[in-house]
């Protein structure tokens, strides 16, 4: 997003009828982001269809055209990627601006760190905010120069030229951003870069790198790259993210008499921890078709509306639901009893600190919902049938914060107004009008000025 961005708000109504239906979600983020990214640095063509046609996977790919990649608009998903091979890139003419998506910028250090030219990477307001000393540290041990601001802030000056070597690393948190990061700069050093994380985080990285035949090494919880291979392109079908499909699930959940059906989502094991936390909250969900594409599992994902109750949310699956929580604390908040949360400071590094924000926008609405240093505590008040009430939320720049109110919507009593919507571009273009195609009520005004 820039300052230009026409500002667009949602306001939340009583949802028309049933939803029901069969629809798509938009294509994965995290997977989108790295077809890019090794397609790119392949030989031969990439051609990629399903891709997310969002403003971050957008950054992604106008990063690498920046870099001399020709890389073809993208049209209903569908993008051609010419690769310039891991030694092919060219010096951008100005800094690279990833906007709002950490991914880009995580996952670009690492390859950046292994060019002979030097590069800036920069985002918006809330990503300059982030923390990046966890990707400057381990590449500052493989021999990156990286300059930052202030606290290890975005933006990065990264210095080219210099020799990497393979370092062994531990993460520090389970990052599946540091962890590719690490990968991808290993495919520059000298030697056998290892990662081993302290819990499983999504492993598109190491998949994808397989798929597209560079040797991934892989034990319970380390991945090994030898630096100096090559990457061979391969098409791509990116299947629809569970990321996104999780706000209809939760819909689906708490709306009366609901039963849809979501198509071709990516079922990855690293990814479904939303299915496993709803199921234990007593949701109807039943998945169809499942089966294998390009490598990654997929299914039709079918719910209906359940009475949900509130739970201990196991720690094991919070890096496999980590985007999901801001909608996760909604089913929470329309369950019967208590649920916490525990072990998910991550939460509050993300595009906005979504434990404070959600935990304040659900106080807005009447619900006994307390911030912990790592989780949240919400006492859900499910026996309702409106178990919320209306307030006026700011989305703070995060895209998943204001889906997750415009969800809340179908269990409120009054009006729900969301500022600050335009972020849902990043990674669900079309949310508003998919989400009115299936009966949910919302309305999205878009402002004309730009936003502030
Ligand atoms: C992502 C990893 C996660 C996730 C983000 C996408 C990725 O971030 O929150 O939306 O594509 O690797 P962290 O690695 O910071 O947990």
């Not at 077809?35 to 030989?43: D, E, V």
């Not at 990439?46 to 990649?69: I, P």
């Not at 434990?355 to 304040?360: F, K, L, S, Y």
Request: with cysteine; proline share 5%.
């Amino acid at each position: 997003m820039n300052t230009a961005t026409p500002a667009v708000t949602y306001r939340t109504q009583a949802h028309l009828a049933p939803l029901t239906g069969h629809l798509r979600v938009p294509g994965d983020k995290s997977i989108s982001h790295r077809s890019i990214m090794l397609g790119a640095l392949a030989c031969g063509i990439t051609e990629v269809t399903g891709f997310l046609q969002g403003e971050d996977s957008l950054n992604t790919l106008r990063c690498f055209r920046a870099m001399g990649v020709s890389i073809s608009d993208p049209v209903d998903g569908y993008v051609r990627i010419e690769g310039a091979g891991l030694q092919g890139l060219r010096p951008p003419a100005q800094p690279l601006y990833v906007g709002n998506s950490g991914t880009s910028m995580r996952l670009m250090a690492g390859i950046l760190a292994g060019q002979a030219f030097d590069t800036v990477l920069e985002g918006d307001e809330s990503l300059s905010r982030r923390p990046m000393k966890r990707v400057i540290d381990p590449l500052t041990q493989m021999g990156a120069v990286i300059e930052s601001a202030e606290g290890g802030r975005s933006p990065l000056i990264i210095r080219g030229g210099q020799t990497l070597h393979a370092i062994n690393y531990v993460l520090p948190m389970a990052s599946a951003q540091v962890k590719s990061c690490v990968l991808l700069a290993g495919l520059y050093a000298t030697g056998a870069t290892c990662v081993t994380e302290p819990a499983p985080t999504r492993d598109h990285t190491e998949r994808m790198l397989t798929g597209f035949g560079y040797a991934v090494n892989r034990s319970e919880s380390t991945a090994c790259v030898v630096g100096g291979g090559h990457l061979a392109a391969r098409a791509i079908e990116v299947p629809a993210d569970i990321s996104s499909a999780a706000f209809f699930m939760v819909a689906a959940s708490i709306a009366p008499e609901a039963d849809i059906t979501l198509l071709h989502v990516g079922m990855n094991p690293t990814r479904t921890g939303i299915i496993d936390i709803l199921n234990l909250m007593g949701a109807d969900i039943t998945l169809h078709n499942l089966r294998e594409v390009g490598g990654e599992p997929v299914a039709d994902i079918q719910i209906k509306s359940a009475q949900l109750s509130g739970i201990d949310i196991p720690e094991s699956l919070v890096p496999l639901a980590i985007d999901e929580f801001p909608v996760l604390f909604i089913a929470a908040a329309c369950a019967v009893g208590r649920t916490v949360l525990t072990g998910a400071e991550e939460l509050r590094v993300k595009e906005s600190d979504r434990i404070a924000v959600m935990a304040d926008g659900l106080q807005k609405l009447g619900i006994d919902a307390t911030p912990t240093a790592d989780g949240m505590v919400i006492n859900g008040r499910g026996d309702e049938a409106t178990p919320l009430g209306s307030a006026e939320i700011w989305s703070e720049g995060d895209h998943r914060i204001a889906m997750a109110f415009a969800v809340a919507g179908l269990r409120a009593q009054g009006v729900i107004t969301i500022h600050n919507c335009e972020f849902v571009e990043t990674s669900f273009p079309g949310f508003a009008s998919l989400f009115r195609r299936c009966g949910g009520g919302l309305q999205d005004t878009v402002a004309l000025g730009a936003h502030a």
